[in-house]
């Protein structure tokens, strides 16, 4: 008997027998469990923005007659909102993909569409701290699924491989197909030589707001729901997210998702046929 069993038991007395219906509550608990931690550390999180935003306030008010100090409490005003803002949608987003039905609809998306809209949106950031990114690899690739989630999903590898990389480095991203028996994949992969993390925290960092290194993931406007957006994503579309990394050295993310067949496959998959 699992040591944190949580049972509910009710007792009847049918004439001379008792019933006792016993239920296993076990994984409903969890679930209410994982709710009640979200709704807390969703609280813990805005407070802080929040906090900072009206302790500028004040600092306004009280500067009035300084406008260089003025100036100076409203940008931080400005980035603390905006910081509040990226929060807020990050926790929207988060929650509707864990509704039953994340993918309201489901198209064929071109990967290499995903790939070019996700890398265009990060060269700003990239140019900005001197990483180099490529993308590499196969073309051509389909997958059933939301365009706009999936380019989100590679956004957020690509923006952190780049904010845990220092000046000089290179970031790669790669598609390629993969097949296990029967079944085909996209297999995209984000590898940076950066920071890296450690055998410790690796299998933490997929958890809501699990930052390694706060003070740096906060420095970056970091929110510690990226990752944990990028796996709900990826279930989404039945795929799985993994992670190879080295302290010192870099690391290599894996998204791995079902291909869908084009036209041009199917056609050749039944010309093949016999
Ligand atoms: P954040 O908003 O803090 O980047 P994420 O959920 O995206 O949150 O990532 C969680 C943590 O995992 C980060 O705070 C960082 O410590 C670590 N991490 C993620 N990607 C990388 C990477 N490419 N290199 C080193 N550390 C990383």
């Known amino acids: 008997v699992s040591p944190s069993l949580y049972l509910s038991a009710r007792v009847a007395k049918v004439g001379d027998l008792i019933l006792i219906l016993a239920e296993d509550r076990t994984a409903a608990r969890r679930v209410e469990e994982t709710r009640r931690d979200f709704v807390a550390n969703v609280s813990h999180e805005l407070k802080t923005p929040i906090g900072a935003i009206s302790l500028l306030a004040e600092a306004v008010q009280e500067a009035a007659d300084d406008p260089e100090a003025v100036r100076g409490f409203a940008n931080r005003m400005a980035r603390d909102s905006e910081r509040l ?14 509704s039953d039905d994340p993918l309201m609809t489901a198209t064929e998306v071109k990967v290499d569409d995903v790939l070019a809209e996700a890398v265009d949106r990060c060269r700003l950031r990239a ?3 001197s990483v180099t990114l490529t993308v590499a690899g196969e073309k051509g690739m389909v997958v059933m ?6 380019t989100t999903a590679v956004v957020n590898l690509v923006e952190n491989a780049v904010i845990y990389s220092e000046a000089g480095k290179k970031v790669v991203v790669t598609a ?3 097949h296990e028996a029967e079944d085909h994949f996209v297999e995209l992969t984000v590898s940076d030589n950066g920071i890296g993390i450690s055998a410790k925290e690796l299998p933490r960092i997929f958890e809501r707001f699990y930052r390694v290194d706060y003070a740096r993931s906060r420095a970056n406007g970091g929110t510690g729901l990226g990752l944990s957006i990028v796996k709900h994503i990826v279930a989404a579309h039945g795929g799985q997210v993994s992670v190879w990394s080295q302290q010192g050295q870099g690391s290599t993310f894996t998204i791995r998702i079902p291909e869908q067949p084009t036209r041009d496959d199917s056609e050749a998959v039944e010309l093949d046929s016999p």
Do not use: C, K, T, Y
Not at 85 to 93: A, G, H, K, T
Not at 145 to 150: C, F, T, V, W
């Open 85 to 98: 803002s990226e929060l807020v949608q990050q926790i929207i987003e988060l929650s509707r993909l864990q």
């Open 127 to 129: 140019g900005a701290r």
């Open 145 to 150: 699924g939301d365009r706009e989630h999936l």
């Open 176 to 178: 390629r197909r993969a």
